[in-house]
């Protein structure tokens, strides 16, 4: 079983920037494929960006691409997502998620991109 634990949202102007964070638990961080995604009021949720096991290997949706740069550092079993230049179409819960061949996620952070 996998804990994973998001923090880092927030109210955030356009154009500004926000780090999140992904801390997992309960099994080797490594072992696993961490994406994070997003939904929006009304809307299905959407992969945001994805990566690798050791991080050599990166995904993004072309609504973030140039903009989110996702990341990991398995010493901290932490995954980041860096949003700069965000947009009020940002605005979502942000989740990440844990792949193995079992799937965990994790209880979502809000971003609010609003003046």
């Known amino acids: 079983q996998v804990q994973l634990v998001e923090s880092g949202g927030g109210l955030v102007q356009p154009g500004g920037s926000l780090r999140l964070s992904c801390t997992a638990s309960g099994d080797t961080f490594s072992n696993y494929v961490m994406s994070w995604y997003r939904q929006a009021p009304g809307k299905e949720r959407e992969l945001v960006a994805g990566?690798?096991?050791?991080?050599?290997?990166?995904n993004y949706a072309d609504s973030v691409k140039g903009r989110f740069t996702i990341s990991r550092d398995n010493a901290k079993n932490t995954v980041y997502l860096q949003m700069n230049s965000l947009k009020p179409e940002d605005t979502a819960v942000y989740y990440c998620?844990?792949?193995?061949?079992?799937?965990?996620w994790g209880q979502g952070t809000q971003v609010t991109v609003s003046s």
């Open positions: 998620k844990a792949s193995r061949n079992v799937v965990y």
């Open positions: 990566i690798t096991k050791t991080g050599a290997m990166t």
